[in-house]
């Protein structure tokens, strides 16, 4: 989660924390708390224990998962870890909105659309895929500041596309940070908690996806019942280690042949082609490939002798897939797109098939995909910041 902020509190001094010397805004906070405002619940700025009253800041799968947990917290009558809950997301082409506006009705809690954020008081604020940037005067809202639910291992994918990178690099590791959000840099704070897990082989993003968020809304639930130790006890990121996760573009789905392999494009099928299918591009056409899978030896062993440029494409009958030479093997494609979705058998009958009846002279490696070359977006010109005064 991006979010540009400027802390509005130092570490709550807890016994034990030898050494540290409490802030003079945690002390002035700290009287605040002991107020008869506390006890009687009018409003106190901040609390030194539970139950918080949170603000949610998500969007999506991920942060759904994140939502569901902290409302079995506000649930749980006999833990009292969550006293209020209220949610922000952002507005959504879909009449139903995203994953967590949708959770959030269902679930009969308060909900905001980017840029309202309501008006209430809040202990601490938790932002998991939210991707907004949030004003100084609304971090300044939170006594606790704002915890980042973050699916890396932080500092590996500081960006807004950990888990992509993770799958699209062959990483065998993942796992979630819980991070208090610093100023003006990104990703960069604090690390209150982490977690790592095994990626399962051949693992696709959206299925690394649910594994992360089960284990972060756990994790997260686990800070929350012990926040100002949890805030205190927090660790520097190291400087070594450091990658990051940019956002992904239709430019990133596009194959090339002649430079990766048949690792790397499988990669790049489980990391983002549920998201956006892999394209090339086939007789000047723009073609995508819906179902890619791997091809074993004794396929290959019949396509012997045959074509070896990459991109090339010969359609296996036994097997009803067409075969695509790459850098150093070949991929298997169940079904494409081009102008409709077809089958493998399909896009030989109506295309590879009369091609080759209309240029029996000419060579298979004539008949190859090759790679879709997408121009570079324009950059946006920046409209000049007039300071107000």
Request: aromatic share 6%; net charge positive.
């Amino acid at each position: 989660m991006r979010a540009l902020v400027r802390c509005c509190c130092g570490h709550l001094p807890v016994g034990g924390g030898a050494g540290r010397r409490p802030s003079p805004r945690w002390r002035a906070l700290a009287r605040l708390s002991a107020s008869p405002g506390w006890e009687d619940g009018q409003g106190a700025p901040v609390r030194e224990k539970p139950p918080w009253r949170v603000l949610f800041f998500g969007t999506d799968q991920f942060a759904r998962e994140t939502l569901r947990a902290l409302h079995a917290a506000r649930e749980n009558k006999e833990e009292e870890l969550i006293e209020k809950l209220e949610v922000v997301t952002v507005p959504s082409p879909s009449p139903k909105g995203l994953p967590v506006k949708q959770y959030a009705i269902q679930s009969q809690l308060p909900v905001y659309e980017w840029p309202d954020v309501g008006s209430g008081e809040y202990d601490v604020g938790v932002v998991a895929s939210f991707g907004r940037l949030l004003s100084e005067a609304l971090i300044l809202k939170f006594p606790y500041g704002i915890l980042n639910v973050h699916p890396s291992c932080l500092p590996r994918w500081r960006g807004p596309a950990p888990i992509i990178h993770t799958i699209l690099h062959g990483d065998t590791i993942a796992g979630v940070t819980i991070m208090q959000i610093k100023p003006k840099r990104f990703d960069v704070g604090p690390i209150l908690k982490q977690e790592t897990v095994p990626v399962p082989p051949k693992s696709t993003s959206k299925e690394l996806e649910a594994v992360l968020s089960r284990l972060g809304a756990n994790m997260l639930i686990s800070v929350l019942k012990n926040l100002p130790e949890s805030l205190n006890d927090g660790r520097q990121q190291p400087a070594e280690g450091v990658t990051h996760a940019p956002k992904i573009s239709a430019a990133t789905s596009c194959i090339k042949w002649e430079e990766q392999t048949s690792e790397q494009i499988f990669r790049l099928y489980r990391a983002v082609g549920n998201m956006i299918p892999l394209q090339t591009v086939w007789m000047d056409n723009t073609i995508k490939l819906l179902d890619l899978v791997e091809v074993d030896s004794s396929i290959l062993s019949d396509s012997k002798g045959q074509a070896v440029i990459p991109g090339s494409v010969i359609y296996h009958k036994q097997s009803q897939i067409l075969l695509v030479c790459c850098k150093d093997d070949w991929i298997g494609v169940r079904s494409v797109m081009l102008k409709k979705t077809l089958t493998a058998t399909d896009f030989y009958n109506g295309y590879l098939h009369p091609w080759y009846q209309k240029n029996s002279q000419a060579q298979p490696s004539q008949c190859r995909f090759q790679t879709l070359r997408l121009p570079p977006k324009k950059k946006k010109q920046k409209k000049k910041n007039v300071a107000m005064q």
